[in-house]
């Protein structure tokens, strides 16, 4: 087992110089522009990352800490005590009018107020998971696409230890870290596409197989929909750090691969359904014309319209 996590790391750090290399590849086609266009374009990037990437983490460490899942049932009965004593003075479940009299202290009671507090985790989830999808389908470079997955994850991790009224410790935070780690540097990377080409065999219609240059529409939305999944994976994740009470090892915080495609393909519907219709409603010709001048056919098609975020609990 170390030895596959030690090929994951060195395989991760030689996807991290693809992404750097897409930096560098930016950076010089901004410099050809105009010198100063490129001092701007570092100068967004760094405002960037500074205030969608490290202010949130360091308002992340400042959280206390919540009650993490025990692995010994002895244990049971005095978290959930803590945990309920302390949704108690959750903002979320007070702005909400949450009924507490009929709270227990016991998994029952502990089960009704996760219950709840899933309801807007699966609003938040989607919102900044539709919202990657959408950016990194159309966004066509690798270190920019690294950035908004290093933006979307730290910021929907931080809203939900908010929302579950506080973070988990420092190590297991360092884990969850990894799983971000890993997801800039397989997201990030251009090789993400063919990894997925059985997936959008799936995913894609019939009706778009037959459109000319729509593998160039799929591969786009290959490399959104990876990173939408791998998005999925840490949220998923991070949260069943806040609602477990019991667990018997670490593995159980992890979601199945098939579930978090089947929760990345539910929120990505609504852009993939779009997509299709205007395809299908577009002339072959116009489309074709599209596909040849347009460097960037699938942002062309898709223009200023986002589709709304379902809100039908996952």
Known sequence: MNIIKKILFFFSLFLLYLIFKEFVELYNLSKSIDPYFAYAVLIILTAFIFYFAIIPVYQIFRMPKNYAPVKNKNEIPELLEKRINN???????????????????????????????EKESDRIRKKYISRLFYSTSISQNGFIDAILILSSSVNLIKEIFILYQGRVTNRDLFTIAKKVYYSIAIGGSEGVEYATDE??????????????????????????????????????ITENYCKYVYIESDRDL????????????????????????RLLKTPKEKLENIFKKTPNPLAFILGKNKPEIKEEKL
């Open 199 to 236: 997936i959008f065999s799936k995913l894609s219609t019939e009706g778009m197989k037959s459109i000319p240059f729509a593998n160039k529409i799929l591969s786009s939305l290959a490399d959104g929909y990876v990173n939408a999944a791998l998005l999925t994976r840490v949220s998923l």
């Open 254 to 277: 992890y979601p199945s691969s098939k579930f978090i495609i089947s929760t990345t393909r539910f929120v990505t519907s609504d852009i993939l359904t779009l997509i299709n219709k």
């Open 87 to 117: 949704f108690k003075k959750n903002k979320f479940l007070l702005k909400s009018n949450f009924d507490f009299s009929e709270i227990t202290y016991d998994e029952d009671g502990h089960k009704k107020i996760i219950s709840f507090l």
